[in-house]
Structures are given as C-alpha cells and as structure tokens.
C-alpha cells in the first residue's frame, strides 16, 4: 500500500492537484516591476517546456526582482515540485500563503507536497482549507482522500472519492480505485 500512495502522491505533484496548467493563482497580483514580469514570463516559457532547472532560475530572479511577487513564488513551487524538490516547494507555497491565505491552489499544491514527502495529517490539513475556500474544488478532495487512505481512514477516503467524482473529477488513478477497495472495503 505503501508504494501506491507515494506513486500516487508524486503524480498528484505532478499536475494532477488542480486542473490548470503552470501558472497557477487565483487573483493574481502581477508585479510592477519590469524586470520581474521578463523573468517570470521567461520561467513560464521554460516550466510549459519541461524546462524546469531554467524555470526555477528564471523565477528566482523574478522573485529577487520583486520579493512581494506572489506569482513567481507560486510557480517556483510548482515546478520544484515536478523536480521532486516537496520541501523547497511547500516553501514557496507557504510565502503565497502568507500574502494572500484564501488562495485554494497554493493550499492544494502545498498539500500535494506535503503527501508526496509523507507528511499526510499536513496535506490533509492543506486539502481541507483548500476545499473550505472552494467547496467546488473536486481535486482536493480527490487528494484528500488519497492523504486519508494513506492514514487508514477508508469511511473518509471513500466519501471524498465519491465527492470528486460528483464534481466531475476525471483524473483518479484506477490503481488508487483497485487499492482504496482492497485495502478498505465497503461494510
């Protein structure tokens, strides 16, 4: 079971925690400042490339440009963790917080990060605030249910399956399926 999860945990950090592509905000609060706007719109090209060494280069500068830049340091989080790199990226994701905390994706892909560095009470906290913001965010609530199938919570993670899939949710992992009715089958 074990196995399953980090596999599945490192797929959601992947992309699958929310449905958009790299950037991702809500609101986004552009910077002003010129020099920043060139290195984020540079990391972005190199992120949507699969560049993601050049990206985080790029986003760093940007963020060196203008520290306040919320954007760049959302979008470094999320190309560190497509690098795998859950610990530098639940960082940045942590600074958005602290400039905007009602943004439910930073939330989703801080708890995405927090699962895939086994960190599951953390990603399951995140995933709750994320959905607490969104109630429609059918993605959390998938990878919620991943965090507490993770913990052995089945009567939870099988609800929060269910509430994805009513929201239309088309990215569950059918070995997460196969092993959440193994591993937790239904009274």
Not at 132 to 146: C, D, H, I, K, M
Request: with cysteine.
């Amino acid at each position: 079971m074990n196995k399953l999860i980090v596999g599945i945990m490192v797929l959601i950090t992947l992309g699958c925690s929310t449905t958009k592509t790299v950037p991702l905000t809500q609101a986004p609060e552009p910077s002003t400042n010129e020099a920043a706007l060139v290195w984020f719109e540079r990391g972005n090209a190199y992120a949507q490339a699969g560049n993601y060494e050049d990206a985080v280069k790029d986003f760093t500068e940007a963020i060196n440009s203008d520290p306040k830049f919320a954007d760049a340091y959302y979008s470094r989080g999320r190309v560190l963790g497509r690098l795998g790199k859950h610990e530098q990226a639940i960082s940045d994701f942590s600074q958005v917080l602290s400039f905007n905390p009602k943004n439910a994706n930073a939330y989703a892909d801080r708890g995405a990060a927090y699962g895939s560095s086994g960190q599951h009470t953390k990603a399951i906290s995140d995933f709750t605030q994320a959905i607490t913001l969104n109630p429609s965010f059918a993605g959390a609530y998938y990878n919620r249910a991943v965090g507490y199938f993770a913990e052995k919570k089945c009567a939870e993670a099988r609800k929060d399956v269910r509430k994805a899939q009513d929201l239309g949710y088309q990215k569950i992992r059918p070995e997460f399926l196969d092993g959440l009715k193994k591993d937790c089958p239904e009274d």
